[in-house]
């Protein structure tokens, strides 16, 4: 890995472990770039992998996905000051959903806490953001290191998932509960498996030395061959994680540390995130902004929404009525969810049409054939997730 | 000190140094039951006078008194309270190598110049003058917030925008001009004297992290220069019995307004409970409650050790720990079996303030080696004899020579251990050019370098103003965006140090200001 860190001048974009095993698959050639790495977009059609995340198991590459190494006797306390959610709470061989917040209290970022069994904690963000964390450390004493490159993460996500891990060979995979953790052994690697994922299926993510790549990636298109596996890119995962209600960085909002313009910060708040946030736990970051944003009343709300018609309403403008005088939000994630049959998105909306069951108009741009449309299209406030099938919970699940 | 305190006050003002001691005697004054806790013996933080050499006393910190409000002397009733003067109203007097001294106290005539240089030194000070006048009502107030929809705080900016526009086209423009610019600019476009601008620009960089051409330098001067008009006629002053008497005054003054202070109670640490502050442990592990904490101690020891990070938002530690709070200023005391005499001094000007800064050139270059941390090879000084005017600091017929030593950086490449003996050979040198046979006078000696000052008067990086005063540090920010009102984030703490507004020296006004601040955020 230090050679090709060596030698980033040359090449820009890093090679994940699996880039090999992708690349062979690839036929659309779409690649995109991803936190340094090259990713595949799409291996052959966005739908054909999609469908296999809801019909059958898909495999998806996830090193990129930055990993961070908590150790130290400050490293409960440390965690607890830096994320809104309690981490006292989170048992060992647990993961929890977090995210956490400037002084402010807007959003830098989600990610995930692993407690470990090795007695350390691992973060896992969409962006870097060590700095940020250097500076959360400050008093505190841990040690705080990134690891994304000596992990490579496989997710291994879609209703048959389970039977083809089970078939790989992890006796007792079935019995893992959801953000639980689980230490496998497969021939001479040793695989850390997490009930967890993007896409609100039923899924796991695969955590091993990167030397064990391939391996693990050959046995389990051997073991899935009769359950429909499929290698997927990020175009399928982005359908799938709208239907499961799950957010985007720098989609369905931007990191406080990178805005600009005020008023483009998200508290967690206003993203509908409130859950996460434990205001008995004591400190954290952002605490008394966001208690005093409760007291003043939220402005504005990450909604779903369930639109009329069957054209996605990307990047619309929302209005309150369908003469569409006054402004009162915007769409930041749409698509024609296959699954549910609904034309459905995420979206940004002013109090107080944030609120369910409320009736707001989006406004969506259409070309036909180089000719734009206009169409003030029905909205209504739903709850999210669009998706939520019994499976992704289901312990043990389903057999295939 | 108090005999049955009440097991819960009002306030706890941590630190016994001036600004803790005008902060509790305001608070005392204003009905709060107040508890001031000392680490120290005694009170007088940097503002101290205490024995270096056996027989011979100094004032240990500051050594002059020039930048306290006539009226925060007057409210606190110092005279009442036992503080005489040994000296007012003295002159500040350039020293120049093989020639005769240069006076440049404020309303001197400054004999010896050229015409050109005369008339432009009449035009110089009587503009500083009207611009000290404009600012100095802006350091007894608390800075206003800005984007914030409170009428205080834009009245507060108002007024300063007010009191600049009042000066007039001329003078407005001129100020705003200036008030970003480097000394070394300014005084080299008013005067040709050399020393006569090395002199102007010591007081510009005197405690500061900064050569004469650094930016921002014009702004610590006007600073300085504000605080000095805010002091009113009595110029530069020594108390009687050293900068300690003033402090002693201080706290009759907070005593007899009803405080209790305790001395050797060093705190450990800020109690907080349900989000705000709640009191302090001291060392020994005793607990005492308050509705409000005051912490004079500087704002990192205040924030990172006293609070700890845990208590606050990461960004805001950041900040604190970004805080700029290295000294360079170091303090010699030398003990001399007889009076010294400088050349080209009279004797009414060894009574007054000494400086050693023959060029503004000399200055940057002394200034230079501080950016490598190293100490400067010819340090400029300021220097004050104090036992001329006050003889009960010495045994008769001896004298005791105090001297603020400039640049001896916080860190020290080869570090001060080695440097110690090294530095202060380098300030002999310059000290024996000025004042021939002075050497084989000393009878004791006594170096405080930053660190030295860090320890004794438990500041982080023993840095006079506690944080260095610069744009990015000063007035609104100072010392950091989240504290610059006297609050914290942490309800019920609050900073009356020199890392506020409006910064060190021995002002108290920071004390004061802070008071007020407590004194409408909590109302009985």
């Known amino acids: 890995m230090n050679e090709s860190r060596a030698a980033h001048f040359r090449q820009p974009l890093l090679k994940t472990p699996f880039h090999e095993r992708a690349r062979a698959l690839a036929q659309a050639e779409s690649f995109i770039p991803w936190a340094g790495y090259t990713t595949v977009d799409v291996f052959t059609t966005m739908e054909q992998e999609y469908f296999a995340i809801r019909n059958a198991t898909t495999l998806y590459d996830l090193t990129p996905m930055v990993k961070y190494r908590v150790l130290g006797p400050d490293a409960l306390p440390f965690l607890n000051r830096l994320v809104t959610r309690d981490v006292g709470k989170l048992q060992p061989d647990r993961v929890a959903y977090c995210v956490w917040c400037n002084d402010a209290g807007h959003l830098i970022d989600d990610g995930t806490i692993f407690r470990l069994r090795t007695g350390e904690y691992r973060l896992c963000t969409a962006e870097r953001q060590i700095d940020w964390l250097l500076d959360s450390a400050l008093g505190f004493d841990v040690e705080i290191a990134e690891v994304t490159e000596h992990i490579a993460a496989l997710a291994v996500q879609g209703p048959t998932s389970c039977a083809v891990l089970k078939a790989l060979g992890l006796q007792g995979v079935e019995r893992l509960k959801p953000f639980e953790i689980g230490y496998f052994a497969l021939g001479n690697d040793q695989l850390t498996v997490s009930r967890t994922g993007f896409t609100g299926d039923l899924g796991y993510e695969l955590w091993m030395e990167p030397e064990a790549a391939e391996t693990v990636w050959d046995a389990l298109m051997e073991a899935g061959r009769s359950r429909g596996i499929r290698a997927i890119g990020s175009q399928a995962l982005n359908s799938a994680r709208i239907e499961a209600g799950f957010l985007l960085p720098n989609v369905d909002f931007v990191s406080a540390e990178h805005t600009i313009r005020t008023g483009r910060d998200r508290s967690p708040l206003e993203l509908g995130l409130a859950w996460l946030v434990d205001f008995k736990k004591g400190h954290f970051t952002g605490r008394r902004a966001l208690l005093a944003e409760m007291t003043q009343g939220v402005r504005r709300q990450l909604v779903g929404l369930d639109v009329a018609g069957n054209k996605p309403a990307h990047n619309a403008l929302l209005y309150n009525d369908e003469h569409g005088k006054r402004e009162i939000g915007s769409v930041t994630s749409a698509i024609w969810s296959p699954t549910c049959k609904r034309n459905i998105a995420l979206a940004i909306v002013d109090a107080p049409h944030c609120k369910i069951g409320s009736t707001v108009w989006a406004d969506i741009y259409l070309n036909r054939e180089l000719v734009w449309e206009r169409r003030m299209s029905r909205a209504q406030v739903v709850q999210r997730p669009f998706f939520a099938p019994e499976r992704r919970r289901a312990t043990p699940p389903a057999e295939f | ?524």
């Open chain 2, 1 to 524: 000190m108090a005999a049955a305190a009440p097991s819960r006050f009002d306030c706890i003002v941590i630190g016994g140094g001036h600004n803790g001691l005008v902060c509790a005697a305001t608070l005392a004054r204003g009905g709060r039951s107040v508890l001031l806790l000392e680490a120290a013996a005694r009170v007088g933080g940097a503002a101290l006078t205490r024995e270096f050499a056996p027989g011979f006393r100094v004032s240990a910190g500051a050594h002059l008194l020039h930048l306290m409000p006539a009226d925060l002397k007057r409210e606190l009733q110092l005279a009442e309270n036992g503080l005489e003067w040994a000296a007012q109203g003295m002159t500040t007097t350039a020293l120049v190598p093989g020639g005769a001294g240069l006076d440049v106290s404020p309303g001197s005539a400054a004999q010896g110049l050229s015409p050109a240089d005369a008339l432009a030194y009449a035009g110089y000070t009587a503009r500083m003058r009207r611009f000290a006048a404009a600012l100095a009502p802006t350091l007894s107030r608390v800075p206003p917030r800005l984007g914030t929809s409170d009428w205080a705080d834009r009245l507060s900016l108002l007024r300063l925008g007010w009191q600049i526009r009042r000066l007039g086209r001329r003078d407005m423009r001129e100020l705003l001009r200036i008030g970003g610019m480097n000394v070394y600019d300014l005084l080299e476009e008013n005067f040709e004297s050399t020393a006569l601008k090395g002199a102007l620009g010591l007081d510009a960089v005197l405690g500061a992290n900064f050569g004469p051409r650094s930016p921002g330098t014009v702004l610590t001067l006007l600073y300085r220069l504000a605080a000095e008009f805010t002091a009113g006629e009595a110029g530069l002053s020594q108390p009687k019995g050293g900068m300690g008497a003033l402090c002693d005054a201080l706290a009759r003054a907070a005593t007899a307004a009803g405080a209790s202070i305790r001395t050797a109670a060093p705190v450990a640490s800020i109690l907080v409970e349900g989000d705000r502050a709640a009191g302090v442990v001291l060392e020994s592990g005793e607990r005492i409650a308050a509705q409000s904490v005051i912490s004079s101690a500087d704002p990192k020891i205040t924030f990172l050790r006293l609070l700890g990070p845990r208590f606050l938002d990461a960004g805001f530690v950041r900040r604190v720990n970004h805080l700029r709070s290295r000294g360079l200023a170091a303090k010699l005391h030398l003990a001399l079996n007889r009076a010294p005499a400088f050349g080209g001094v009279d004797q009414a000007a060894l009574r007054g303030r000494l400086l050693i800064a023959p060029s503004l050139q000399h200055i940057e270059h002394a200034y230079n080696h501080a950016k490598y941390a190293e100490f400067s090879e010819r340090p400029v000084m300021e220097i004050t004899l104090p036992t001329l005017n006050d003889p009960s600091l010495a045994p008769p017929g001896q004298h005791v020579l105090s001297a603020v030593v400039q640049f001896a950086p916080y860190e020290l490449k080869e570090g001060w251990q080695n440097g110690r003996q090294r530095f202060m050979d380098k300030a002999m040198t310059v000290l024996e050019e000025c004042a021939p046979g002075l050497g084989a006078s000393i009878v004791g000696s006594e170096l405080l370098t930053p660190p030295d000052m860090a320890r004794e008067f438990r500041s982080s990086g023993g840095h006079w103003h506690h944080a260095d005063l610069a744009f990015d540090q000063f007035y609104m920010v100072r010392p950091v965006p989240g504290a610059a009102q006297h609050r914290t984030p942490l309800e019920g703490l609050f900073l009356c140090g020199a890392g506020c507004h409006p910064g060190g020296g021995v002002m108290g006004v920071a004390g004061r200001n802070a008071a007020r601040q407590v004194l409408t955020a909590h109302a009985p």
